[in-house]
């Protein structure tokens, strides 16, 4: 019979992509779906049906990308109520079971993620034959699947899934011969997600620094001379991109105008641009993306007339990159600008 597609699951997913530290972590997982037999054939009279189904299970996550599974999949039972009017004809076939597999995960944005799975199932198939006559008997099945993925919080998403098991059958009697496959919504929790170190919010000028050079020891001289250091004054800006993005937004443009309008006003400037990501996905993809953004704000200070010696320029992508939520991540995703100006100051005459 066909039912209401509920599912409440705790799947492990390796989340990317994932929206936090996730490697080295342990989740659980139980859930509810709707299965559907198909292709069987049996010695009874039944035939394709479907009914509710569930599932339980534990995960570890090796790294951001792949993580572990082993769980219990009761995919419910292909009866012949449905041909007989409601009434029951005795004749069932219920299959349940261990399974055991690899996950992985490729994130999407912040919060959506994709999965993919596949490993074994060893299942326990029941063929009530008719009201006299009962088989039993386990093997082991393959079995993949894909689903899509939202990150509620950073410990707790909510996916739906696919799985789909081949080769189903009945061997010690060979009286049952089925495939089947799920469908349902999943739930994760996970264990052992903590924060670390909240990365320093870099204000619209950050650091300012007087560096005199030293002094040299005064000869006599009859006549005082005039004595001159060198000042150098360091200024930095942070500007923040969007989740994989290199777009410069109206907030970033606005604080690189202040480093041109500051360029303007010092001799001998150097721009320093350090470029960097966060640590989801793929690093060299990542890597590229730091590059791409560093270029963008290189080309806007040029193209709106920035005044220094010199722009030298740097990309990290996710080495540097520590994050641990949303929120933190979101500061990772940045480009540091750093104005060094150096003059003459005028001590004593």
């Known amino acids: ?9 705790l799947m492990g997913v390796c989340s990317a992509a ?9 989740y659980i997982g139980a859930g509810a779906g709707q299965s559907n037999y198909e292709s069987v054939d049996a010695v009874s009279h039944l035939g394709d049906g479907s009914d509710f189904a569930w599932n339980a299970l534990v995960g570890y996550q090796l790294n951001k990308y792949l993580a572990f599974e082993a769980g219990w999949q009761d995919l419910g039972a292909t009866d012949d109520t449905h041909m007989w009017g409601g009434l029951d004809g005795k004749q069932k076939i219920d299959v349940d079971g261990f399974t055991l597999g690899a996950v992985g995960t490729l994130p999407l944005s912040e919060k959506w993620f994709l999965t993919g799975e596949a490993g074994a199932y060893q299942y326990h198939l029941a063929h009530q034959i008719n009201a006299s006559k009962y088989v039993s008997a386990m093997d082991t099945a393959a079995y993949f699947g894909a689903g899509i993925g939202y990150n509620i919080t950073d410990s707790l998403a909510i996916s739906a899934k696919y799985r789909r098991f081949a080769g189903i059958d009945e061997t010690a009697w060979n009286t049952a011969n089925m495939d089947a496959q799920t469908v349902g919504l999943q739930l994760t929790y996970r264990f052992g ?10 204000p619209a000028v950050i650091d300012k620094q007087t560096k005199p050079m ?9 006549k005082p001379q005039p004595t001159y250091e060198v000042v150098t004054e360091t200024n930095s800006v942070a500007v923040f991109f969007g989740f994989d993005s290199s777009e410069l937004t109206n907030d970033a443009k606005s604080k690189l105008d202040q480093v041109i309008d500051l360029s303007k006003q010092q001799d001998e400037d150097v721009i320093l641009l350090s470029g960097q990501s966060d640590n989801q996905g793929d690093s060299a993809y990542n890597q590229k993306l730091s590059e791409k953004r560093v270029t963008q704000v290189a080309s806007y200070l040029e193209n709106h007339g920035v005044e220094v010696k010199r722009i030298d320029t740097e990309a990290v992508g996710e080495q540097a990159a520590q994050a641990n939520t949303r929120q933190e991540r979101a500061l990772e995703r940045r480009v540091i600008v750093t104005l060094t100006s150096q003059q003459q100051v005028l001590v004593t005459k």
């Open 193 to 202: 997600v903590k924060s670390k170190a909240t990365p320093v919010v870099l």
């Open 18 to 26: 994932n929206a936090a530290d996730v490697d080295n972590t342990w």
């Open 214 to 222: 030293p002094r040299p020891e005064p000869k006599p001289d009859p």
């Open 1 to 9: 019979m066909n039912k209401t597609l509920i599912a409440l699951a």
